[in-house]
């Protein structure tokens, strides 16, 4: 997860984060020192850099035949 990156750099630099960075460091999971950091990641994605590309649909879809 995005929120995940700038603890890594700390702790790749040897620098503690700031205690109100949520994120947690990859490097355990980049050395083989744990397979997991987490239970679930959230992802988002957005559209709004290119509209176009953002399909909306109102009401329910009907079935192609």
């Given at each position: 997860s995005y929120v995940d990156l700038f603890p890594t750099i700390?702790?790749?630099a040897g620098v503690a984060p700031p205690s109100r960075i949520?994120?947690?460091?990859?490097?355990p999971l980049a050395t083989g020192a744990t397979d997991?950091?987490?239970e679930e990641v959230i992802a988002e994605v957005?559209?709004?850099?290119?509209?176009e590309r953002c399909k909306s649909r109102v009401g329910p879809i009907a079935p192609r035949s």
């Open positions: 700390c702790d790749v949520e994120g947690r460091s990859l490097r997991a950091i987490r957005s559209y709004h850099a290119a509209p």
